[in-house]
């Protein structure tokens, strides 16, 4: 049981840094400015966004999905152990 409750500790701790990865190139991103006045011209218009951001997105509810997944394993799992232990103690 130990070593599928590392396995499920590990998932989720790859899992986080996946998201917390897409997170920080999202943040990292440079976008163009949105103008406040639609008469006025056109700002300058900085290079394209250096990030993909649909690709990060999805990268994000993925890895938000498996963390979620991973920890209602792990859960589950401690559960079982500790009724296990109650078991073996009666």
Known sequence: MTVSIDALVASAARARVTFDAAARRLADATYAPVAADPTA?????????????SDQMVAMMLAS??????????????????????????
């Open 65 to 90: 999905g498996v963390h979620h997944a991973t920890l209602a394993a792990l859960r589950s799992a401690m559960a079982s152990y500790k009724a296990t232990l109650e078991l073996v103690r009666e």
């Open 41 to 53: 011209p056109p700002a300058r218009q900085p290079a394209a966004p250096d990030v993909d951001v």
